[in-house]
């Protein structure tokens, strides 16, 4: 199976534009949850879709939007960009409604750079 | 406030040798645990996991212990090949939390030739 993708990989914006990142989970997968990796903090969870409907949201301002499509793809929006929303983005699938143990699946990331 | 804590930023071991990292949860809803690996400009690898329901979880080279009433645990890999150079990172699930992980900040681990 294909593993889960992202693009653009890479992105460099200037304060004030919006972006949008894509990604496209492993085949089967329902899930799609997004996070933000910056240095010295860890991944912070951002938000997680399950059949097209946000379940579960960080603690991020309202710039942070994302949604998910019919096919499991999902998009994340940042809008009103900001210097310290340079990151990691990173995306990560699994097939949720087996109890707690489901495991996520990452991919490549996006980097985003804010100038 | 930082519910999983990985302490050690950094660990160097010789290679052949056990490295142990090591988090520590705050969070008693917490009944999931898993440990990432992630290599520079890739997306985290997912390496073990381990139920609340158990102490110890093993995986080839890669064994996963769990206290629970110490809030910690701890991943041990023997022996450490140069391979295993990446960044660590554990995190947590609660059955409350959907498929939202808690994740620590990561141990940078270097094994040395």
């Known amino acids: 199976k294909a593993g889960v993708t992202q693009t653009p990989r890479y992105l460099i914006k200037t304060r004030g534009q919006q972006v949008t990142l894509s990604c496209s989970p492993i085949?089967?997968?329902?899930?799609v949850s997004w996070y933000q990796q910056t240095p010295g903090q860890g991944l912070q969870f951002l938000f997680e879709?399950?059949?097209?409907?946000?379940?579960n949201k960080g603690n991020f301002p309202g710039r942070f939007s994302g949604r998910q499509f019919s096919n499991s793809r999902s998009e994340m929006n940042v809008s009103t960009l900001e210097l310290g929303d340079s990151a990691l983005y990173l995306c990560a699938s699994s097939v949720p409604g087996q109890g707690n143990t489901d495991t996520q699946y990452f991919g490549p990331g996006t980097r985003l750079t804010v100038l | 406030d930082q519910q999983v804590k990985q302490n050690s930023p950094s660990l160097s071991v010789q290679e052949g040798r056990i490295s142990i990292l090591n988090c520590d949860y705050t969070?008693?809803?917490?009944?999931?645990f898993l440990w990432y690996k992630k290599y520079p400009a890739e997306g985290p690898t997912f390496l073990i996991s381990?139920?609340?329901?158990?102490d110890k979880n093993e995986d080839g080279r890669f064994t996963v212990f769990l206290n629970k009433s110490a809030k910690h645990l701890s991943l041990h890999i023997v022996p450490s090949q140069p391979g295993d150079s990446a960044v660590y990172f554990c995190a947590a699930k609660s059955n409350f939390g959907n498929e939202k992980l808690t994740f620590g900040t990561g141990t940078r681990l270097t094994i040395i030739p």
């Open positions: 085949s089967g997968h329902r899930s």
């Open positions: 879709y399950f059949s097209e409907t946000q379940r």
């Open positions: 969070n008693s809803m917490f009944d999931y």
């Open positions: 381990i139920s609340s329901i158990k």
